[in-house]
């Protein structure tokens, strides 16, 4: 079975500095990983995601992350944070074969100061 | 296009009571989800749908059934609610790409659910 694990509840940064929300995952096969965000009573919006190809991954609205195979890790980042990039970042995972729905982490709340 | 579209927003529902909530996509996309999201807690997938006529359970179905039966539309039904179903539930499709199909999900609006 696959999991998602994000340690961080909660990211706090000052506007204008980088941002890092981190994901570690667990799958069998090689994964596919993809990076939600969640504004307040909003669904889900798709920020990027990693099939296979180059490890760094550039997404929506700034974003990129990088996908690291001997760490299973595909943390987000962002060079310079906006105050509006303050919302609920959801990791998840499936494998590249089999049944298709997502495991997603519990989420990270990222904090943007002014 | 529209996307995908839930209904209604939000309910109320007495312990006992069943309801249907709604979901329909425009995208003719073959695989739809339904998932519910507690607070401080990611999403778990009560049931999905590979194409019309074709569901299966998948981590939290208890309580909870689905049709298909066209590739548009795929409602999820409360038989009979409890206070454990208090959540908000999260509809998403997507499509296959070619001889490949990881394409990102797109996901509802939600529905909010209490159940008092």
């Known amino acids: 079975a696959q999991s998602v694990a994000q340690p961080e509840d909660q990211v706090n940064v000052a506007e204008g500095n980088p941002l890092t929300v981190k994901c570690t995952y667990s799958v069998s096969g090689n994964p596919y990983l993809f990076w939600y965000v969640q504004y307040p009573n909003r669904g889900l919006q798709f920020l990027l995601k990693?099939?296979?190809?180059?490890?760094l991954v550039k997404g929506s609205y700034g974003f990129e992350a990088e996908f690291n195979k001997s760490q299973t890790s595909f943390h987000l980042k962002k060079p310079s944070a906006l105050v509006s990039d303050s919302a609920l970042y959801f990791c998840?995972?499936?494998?590249?074969?089999?049944?298709?729905?997502?495991?997603f982490g519990s989420g990270t709340r990222l904090q943007v100061q002014p | 296009n529209a996307g995908v579209t839930q209904t209604p927003k939000f309910r109320i529902l007495k312990i006992g009571q069943s309801m249907t909530l709604q979901c329909a996509q425009d995208m003719n996309h073959n695989y739809m989800y339904w998932y519910r999201q507690d607070p401080g807690m990611g999403l778990k997938l009560i049931y999905y749908s590979v194409g019309a006529g074709i569901t299966d359970k998948g981590e939290v179905p208890n309580g909870y059934n689905v049709s298909r039966s066209t590739t548009e539309d795929f409602p999820l039904r409360l038989e009979l609610a409890a206070p454990s179903q208090t959540s908000v539930y999260f509809c998403?499709?997507?499509?296959?790409?070619?001889?490949?199909?990881?394409?990102?999900?797109?996901f509802g609006p939600g529905t909010r659910l209490t159940v008092l």
């Open positions: 998840a995972v499936r494998p590249d074969t089999g049944r298709r729905a997502l495991t």
């Open positions: 998403a499709s997507n499509g296959k790409a070619g001889i490949f199909s990881y394409n990102e999900q797109f």
């Open positions: 990693y099939i296979t190809g180059d490890n």
